[in-house]
Structure formats: structure tokens, C-alpha cells
């Protein structure tokens, strides 16, 4: 049975616990420890596979095809390794199966309530994923307070009194704020957070305070004091440039250390010379390379967290620095910009464009205006899911003459529509949620084409999230025009990779490839694609 570290996060949300968590994981797994994650959130979606991106961020998918929350995205790029549906719970699905056991009479006629009940199943899923590892960090959703997470932090303090000492852990992240004003840090939200734990029966054993600077002795000393630790149990986690130096602040803090020694686990070297590379490539570019993200979320980066930190592996990779800009596709929509020329106004400094996944008809025709001028211009264009769908369209439309090319998907009953793209079969009335094409499937590449170059293999497997597909009765006439089918899933003889055969690099994926990028190995698309953007850098500086 694995030792057990639950990390709580006080005062406001967003400080990091999720990065924090992945952190430690990344440090005890190179120590030599067999680690695993748990995010345990409390909203009452099942999955968030129905939540807009504006209220959720990302929904990373696992593997095994599970809509998950964006922090696993963390888990699986800082450990490199692949989690799974076991490995993000949420209220909704623990509700669901205390209901189903109800109604099955599992329960033998008791009265069901949050205590036991709830709080068992919330536990007896903990336990269960414990097996087989050194350590579980377990991550608990929202803020001390939150009437949400009081069942999971309840399963949390019970674990403790069941299990015995030297078997969990409790690790709290606070804010210690500095007020400009009074030019000093503050270190009341921190002890009302604390006091707030240990109202409920949680003592933590290590504080991480955020900061936007160091907390010096002094400071430690007087948050020990009211937290009822001692100053070496707190932890500082200042603000960094990049989210991949947190783990070796932690490290340089004693985090994993403490932990150790409180769950008397033997003290391991710290091996951490490959992410010191990773980071020093990213601190010491030789050049650098700008990409447009043409997306509908751009207020929300977090709705492209993956695909962001993919193209940060890949520019690591080439030793680049990455500028990245987010352009909001309905720009494109308004009549100034009807001319392909006049895109350039936005466009032109760009090294490569790509368009991400998406739902729905906003900004569509905005996005396509992007991709012909790409296309027409030479420039390096990489489309992401949907971006591989209005890839098609666009070329159905401007090449092919199909002027009324479009997808099922921003059509309804028009019979004079061309679906280049439309729902596989089932799909039009599915409900929402965890009813796509989600998970890993296999792809087979053409031999000689730019994928096949970049994967140097003929066989892969990428993790999708959609519910439309190409139509396989445009492939014929695609292919003469110009655009190539390099990779098919050769079970259900679907289109998973296009490309254009006359263009320094313009290719389209049905699945999500930034989901299996990691900082120490660079997905072999996203690498390929900024190496393309750069080149195309180094060839215009040369005109």
C-alpha cells in the first residue's frame, strides 16, 4: 500500500496545486519511487467533458479515454507517465455510485448519508488506486471552506486515523500576499486558512506558502508559530518564469524531504540531470520562433494548456525560444478582411500558424480565412481536430470549387450543403457527455509523407476527442488535387492525417497529439512543426 500525501489548497483557488502536486511527483520519482496522482474535484459534473472552456479550461483526455480535468495534464507531462479514468474523481461520479448501490440495496435498508456512505466510497476509490506504489498524492479540488470538498477532506482526515501515523501526509498551499501599501507580507489569510483546516480535523504537516517573493526566517518562524509547526515544515514557493523550475524550488525548499522523513521513507538521491538540460535549453535559445494560435478561447489560455506546453517542449527541443500569440478568429470574420491580402496585416509576422480543437460554429469562417492565407503564402500550418476539419473544408472550397463545403456541424437540414465533414454513425443524437470518439486508436502512415518523416515510424496511436469525421468519398478527389491521406485508422478506415503534397509543411490531424507531449520528449509532430516554422523564419530573413 502506498504512503498517502494529500495536498489542500486555502485562502483563493488557482495557487498552483495542481502544478505543486506534479512537482512533488516529478521529485519522488526521481528519487527512485514508484508515484502515482490523484485529482479528486468537487463539482457535481460527472466528468468535465460537458463544461465550457471559459468556466473549466482544458478537458484533458487519458489514454483509456477518459474526460478528465486539466491538471492531469500536469501529472502525466512532469512524471511522464500515463494516468488514467482512475485517476480523476469527481462528486458527480461518487454520488452516482453511492446511488446505484442504493438502488441496488447494496446498503441492506440504511439510511445513506455523506458519513459513511459517501465519504467510504471516496476512500475505498483512494485505497484502491494505493496499490501497487510507493506514494499516492492525492489533490483536493477547490479551497478549504468550499461546502463542496468537505466529503473528500472528511475521506482525507479518516484515512489518517485509519491507516495510523507514517502513512499520510498532509500538505497545505496558502497565499502569504503582499500588500504594496503597508510594504509587507501578510500572514493572516495563511493562519485563518490553517485555522480552517484544523477546525474541520486536518493538522498540516507542511505549509507551501506562494508568494510573489522569498519568505525569510522571521516570517517562517511566525507562520509556524500559529500553524503549530515547526519553521522548517514551512515550505516558500515563490513565483517563477516557468512552471518546469517549481520542482527544483520545492527540492531547494526540502518539500520532498520533509515528506520523507514524515512518512519515514529512506532518503534517495535526488536524480534530476535530464530536467536540468530540459531547462537549460529553454533558459539558453539559439533563436527563436513565432506561432499564431487562431482559436475562439483566447481569453482562456487554459482552454489550450496541452497545446501550449507542447509547442514549449518542441521549441526546447530545437533550443528555441517560443512566442506564442493568440489571435481570436472572428477578426477575420469582418469584411476588411475578406482579402487574402489583407490577412497579412495580422498574419505576416507569424513563422507558423496552427488552429486547435473547438466546439461549435463561432468564428468558423474566420478560422478557414487563416488557412487559405497559409496555404497560399507558404507558410507552416499545423491543424489540430477541428483545425484538420476546416483544413479540409477550405481546400473542398478553394481548390476543389465546392463552394458549399462545410461541416455537419454548422449545418442543419441544409440540403444544399456539402458535408465534407460529418457525425460518425450514432453520433447525432448521442448525449453530451462521454459519447465521442475519446481515447487512444491507431494510425498507420504513409510511408513517404511529412508524418511519416516526423514519427519515422508506419504505426501509431494518438488520443481523440470528437464526433465528426472526413467522408471518405472526398479521398479520390483530394488526393488529385494535391492534398495526400498520410495516416488512416486501419480498423475503421478513417481519416486521421492530411497534408499537402506542394507546401513546406501544411498538415492536419483528426486526434490531439499535444495530450502525449512531454518536456524531456517532444511530440514528433509539434517538433516538426516549429522546426518547419523556424525554417521558414531563416528562409525569409535570407529574401
Known sequence: ???????????????????????????????????????????????????????????????????????????????????????????????????????????????VQVIPHVTQEIKNHILNLAKDFDILIVEVGGTVGDIESQPFLEAARQLHFDLGDGCVCYVHITLVPFISTAGELKTKP???????????????????CRADRELDDEIKAKIALFANLRPHNVVTAPDVDNIYKLPLVLAAEGLDDRICRKLNMPLRKLKLGEWKTFLDRMDRPKDSVSIGIIGKYTEQTDSYKSLSEALIHAAAKHSLKLEVKYIDAEVFETSSFSDVESRAEILKDFDGILVPGGFGSRAIEGKIRAIE???????????ICLGMQLMAIEFAR?????????????????GAAIKIVDYMAGQRKAAKGGTMRLGSYDCTLKKVSKAHKAYKKSKITERHRHRLEFQNRFRKEFERKGMMISGWNPKYDLVEILELKNHPWFLGCQFHPEFKSRPERAHPLFSDFVNASFQHRVRGSKS
Request: one cysteine or more.
Open 398 to 414: 478553394n481548390v476543389c470549387g465546392k463552394k458549399r463545403a462545410t461541416s455537419a456541424e454548422f449545418v442543419k437540414g441544409n
Open 1 to 111: 500500500m502506498a504512503k498517502i500525501v494529500f495536498v489542500t489548497g486555502g485562502v483563493i483557488s488557482s495557487l498552483g496545486k495542481g502544478l505543486s502536486s506534479a512537482s512533488l511527483a516529478l521529485l519522488m520519482k526521481k528519487r527512485g519511487f514508484k508515484v502515482t496522482q490523484l485529482k479528486m474535484d468537487p463539482y457535481l459534473n460527472v466528468d468535465p467533458g460537458t463544461m465550457s472552456p471559459f468556466q473549466h479550461g482544458e478537458v484533458f483526455v487519458t489514454e483509456d479515454g477518459a474526460e478528465t480535468d486539466l491538471d492531469l495534464g500536469h501529472y502525466e507531462r512532469f512524471m511522464d507517465q500515463n494516468v488514467s479514468r482512475k485517476h480523476n474523481i469527481t462528486s458527480g461520479q461518487i454520488y452516482e455510485q453511492v446511488l446505484q448501490k442504493e438502488r441496488r440495496g447494496d446498503y441492506l435498508g440504511a439510511t
Open 190 to 208: 495563511t493562519q485563518h486558512s490553517v485555522q480552517e483546516l484544523r477546525r474541520i480535523g486536518i493538522q498540516p504537516d507542511i505549509l507551501v
Open 373 to 383: 492565407y497559409a496555404r497560399l503564402k507558404g507558410i507552416p500550418y499545423f491543424g
